[in-house]
């Protein structure tokens, strides 16, 4: 039975007649060719490649490997094109809320995101890197270090996956705002009440010397990889306008106070030429702030934001939050996403480079990755964040 390679190509025909298991590849650049795209033809004659760039290329490859795998390659030729929707397909994996993986989960990652094609990878950021003066942040999470980032990068590198630094910088910083050092960059520093239960601080103050602590965050992540893109996340700052800032909001209201200090977090970045990424989640209430998002900036949203379908051009497509705790029903629409995102182990998304359903082979093995080794349980914070699931 002929193969068909993993991801399924926009065109497959075939013929009798194969090519042999040792026949030279003939490789040819084919400009007019989708961007990423190849055309692979395999025959008597031999196999011949065209393609239109180095990703269209591997993806080519990848696909002739399949194929010499299958038992009737040499009794079966195949003609097959493809190419991708989009240019970029991102993955996002949640190390802060769940395990942090080791190394050879790590690398399990890798061979199945560049097996799917994706061309981008971050590993979603709260207090789970080695921060160099933060050890009591970080010291009973297993964290990452600046070692195994670089050694990620280049892994990554290797197969065409762009590691993108991601570190959130305004909400979700309960597990620096628990320790007293850092009680005074609270919002709220007794913490706050939200769906009827007290939680933990978890927002900065939205001052100069918040930003300034923000961004060496970001810097410590974002020196140890090569890509010019970042995320700052800053999503969800719940308590922001009902404690230090309160009156700073009462006069100049929420959405310009939240969009002043994350224009504060990118200034630097955008400056140093990096394209930057954070969550989008405020704009739900303030849309007027979109376009005022400096070129170089992108909004990505999530479950509280553009449900309405606004659109801008300061926008990405997510699907992260809007595929959370629904993943049974995403899988027939998640092909117009330009990224995905797995969170925490059973909110699991995935992105075709096609137009076609998510095969069930890709979805089995990210599952059963997700039960893979990575650090004990014991080795990452025990508790939940206090508002990751709000």
Known sequence: MPVTPFPAPRTLTTTPGGAALDAPVRVRTDPALPP???????????????HRDALGLRYALGA??????????????????????FPVRGFLLDISRDRVPTRRTLARWIEILSLARFTQLELYGEHTYAFRDHRDVWQDASPLTA???????????????????????FGHMERFLRHPRHAHRAENPQGFERGGVHRPPS????????????TALVEEVAREVRSRRLNIGADEPFELGCGCSAEQVAEQGPGEVYFSFVTRLMAPWLEAGYTVEFWADVFAENPELMDRVPPGGYGLPHE?????????????VDPRRSAENQLSHRFRRIDVFLRATVTCSTDTSCFRSQTCDVTACFVARLFALRKSEARPASAYAAAPCSSCRS
Not at 203 to 214: G, I, R, V
């Open 147 to 169: 070692e195994d980032l670089r050694w990620l990068d280049v892994h990554c590198a290797a197969v065409g996956i762009e590691l993108v630094a991601n570190q959130n910088t």
């Open 36 to 50: 990423q795209g190849y055309r692979l033809r395999t025959g008597p004659g031999g196999v011949t490649v065209d």
């Open 203 to 214: 927002t900065l103050q939205p001052t100069d010397d918040n930003a300034a602590f923000a």
């Open 64 to 85: 002739l490997d399949q194929l010499r795998a299958g038992h009737d390659y040499t009794a079966t030729g195949y003609d097959i094109s493809d190419h991708p929707d």
């Open 304 to 316: 509280r934001a553009f449900r309405g379908g606004i659109k801008c051009r300061s926008v990405m």
